[in-house]
């Protein structure tokens, strides 16, 4: 396994199950929250091969899908275990915070191996860290997160920003992208329980 798929495995099973729970939010049924699942988990991922002009992976093979579908079902699991709506609650938050710090990374990689510069590293950096969640977002009559969500955009451009001068330092990718992933998680978690947020209008 690469570092990479290491990554994007996580990403696509955090978002999944963050997906799941935004559809038990609304009382969806089972095809419901699995479509939120899908769609959140690889959402982001179909926007960023597009921009890079490649046929996207999960149109391609069975890994991603897989892993998206593992993820929905451990959403669903949870959900009956507990019996309770977490929608709204700290720890879908987290898993969440999750799948935006594993694809803002995959995202920057993808940018840096495309040859993007900076500006086009960031921009598919964001793009799969939030496309899928914006996309369910507005399934579900939300306005996306990115959108409304303290530090949340932000973190993942910050992320993008970092692995791209990391990578021009000369800084072994492993390590880097093990930083990035750090920061950018630790960035959006303290931003969630410190109410960080940027001046509203």
């Not at 963050?18 to 982001?44: N, Q």
């Not at 897989?66 to 879908?92: C, E, H, M, P």
């Not at 072994?172 to 001046?199: D, E, G, M, V, Y």
Request: one cysteine or more; aromatic letters at 10%.
């Amino acid at each position: 396994m690469t570092l990479f798929d290491f990554f994007n495995i996580t990403g696509l099973l955090a978002f999944a199950v963050s997906g799941v729970y935004k559809g038990t939010g609304k009382e969806l049924d089972i095809l419901g929250v699995s479509i939120l699942g899908f769609l959140t988990a690889l959402g982001g991922g179909i926007m960023r091969d597009v921009i890079v002009n490649r046929i996207p992976v999960a149109l391609t093979g069975y890994g991603d899908v897989s892993f998206a579908i593992g993820g929905i079902a451990l959403g669903i699991f949870l959900y009956r275990v507990f019996q309770i709506d977490i929608s709204s609650k700290t720890i879908v938050k987290i898993f969440d915070a999750i799948g935006l710090a594993a694809f803002t990374v995959t995202g920057a990689l993808v940018g840096i191996k495309s040859g993007l510069n900076v500006v086009g590293i960031i921009i598919v950096a964001v793009l799969t860290g939030t496309g899928g969640g914006m996309i369910s977002d507005l399934l579900i009559g939300e306005v996306p997160s990115i959108l409304r969500e303290d530090v949340y955009a932000t973190c993942a451009m910050l992320g993008g920003l970092l692995l791209f001068i990391l990578n021009k330092l000369s800084v072994p990718l492993q390590l880097a992208t093990f930083i990035t992933l750090f920061f950018t998680l630790s960035f959006r978690l303290l931003a969630i329980f410190k109410n960080w947020h940027l001046p509203r209008f």
